[in-house]
Nanobody, 120 residues
Framework: QVQLVESGGGSVQPGGSLRLSCAAS????????MGWYRQVSGKQRELVAS????????YYHDSVKGRFTISGDIAKNTVYLQMNSLKPEDTAVYYC?????????????WGQGTQVTVSS
């Protein structure tokens, strides 16, 4: 199994910043994509940002462009999400995700989630 451990969530005021970290361990052979999703109660989980080996650019959801920056090193099984200029609508549980290919197909793995709360 692959385990993803997240950290860095918390409570901040609007305009504040947080940095999320994720490290993968376990049966890792060839991770191709790592990223961050978020989910609020009653809503679908949405992709916030991701990085993929060989990709020219990283992906960002329109709502976070210019405010969030994803970074990391897939080869070292780490990914970060720097979140600046946070807004109340960014409040959600954030999940780290990793995909790897083995046994003829892709497999997805998820962290336990970390709460981000933006409020006055």
């Amino acid at each position: 199994q692959v385990q993803l451990v997240e950290s860095g969530g918390g409570s901040v005021q609007p305009g504040g910043s947080l940095r999320l970290s994720c490290a993968a361990s376990g049966s890792i052979f060839s991770i191709t994509t790592m990223g961050w999703y978020r989910q609020v109660s009653g809503k679908q989980r949405e992709l916030v940002a991701s990085l993929t080996t060989g990709a020219a650019t990283n992906y960002y959801h329109d709502s976070v462009k210019g405010r969030f920056t994803i970074s990391g090193d897939i080869a070292k099984n780490t990914v970060y999400l720097q979140m600046n200029s946070l807004k109340p609508e960014d409040t959600a549980v954030y999940y780290c995700n990793a995909d790897q290919y083995y046994g003829g197909g892709y497999h997805a793995y998820w962290g336990q989630g970390t709460q981000v709360t933006v409020s006055s």
